[in-house]
């Protein structure tokens, strides 16, 4: 009996070794090949209790495919200090979106009655959370993207040029 004991424990624990020690399948390695590929190609911007995001200005060219992937590095609970990015339509008045958003709550700080100013948006994160969001780059122009979370859209703002296809 101390034979087999001695067997099941010793089994037991080279497997939690294999498991601990980064033994992974092939199905995890490909995910995290694509997941890296992915993240090489897109935009990183984190957002901070500071009410900044990291990157204010970016480009890119019509018709491309853009991926941005939004970090929240801040600490606020989501319910008080939550971020997301929202990319509007070119010409969208950005005071008004920002003013409006303060009291749509209900449909994630996206007022409905301008939900066609939102040419993409992420979900609202809380602190350690990320989302990706994936777009076609519209007409060569000049975007602004905001966060819409109440009062942020201030200083939480930045531009997106997209240029002409050659």
């Not at 199905?27 to 694509?34: E, Y």
């Amino acid at each position: 009996m101390r034979t087999l004991s001695n067997s099941f424990f010793a089994l037991l624990f080279a497997s939690l070794m294999m498991v601990g020690c980064g033994g992974e399948s092939a199905d995890t390695a490909a995910a995290d090949d694509a997941t890296e590929e992915m993240a090489a190609d897109a935009i990183v911007i984190e957002a901070n209790d500071m009410l900044q995001f990291t990157v204010t200005e970016f480009t890119v060219t019509e018709g491309e495919e853009v991926t941005v992937v939004l970090k929240n590095v801040g600490q606020m609970a989501k319910e008080m200090g939550g971020h997301n990015i929202v990319f509007l339509t070119e010409g969208a008045d950005v005071q008004a979106f920002g003013v409006a958003a303060a009291g749509a709550g209900e449909t994630a700080y996206i007022p409905a009655d301008m939900a066609d100013w939102v040419m993409a948006s992420s979900e609202l994160l809380g602190p350690g959370e990320e989302a990706t969001v994936t777009f076609t780059a519209p007409a060569a122009g000049t975007y602004e993207f905001v966060c819409s979370f109440p009062g942020h859209f201030g200083t939480m703002r930045g531009v997106m040029t997209v240029e002409a296809a050659m």
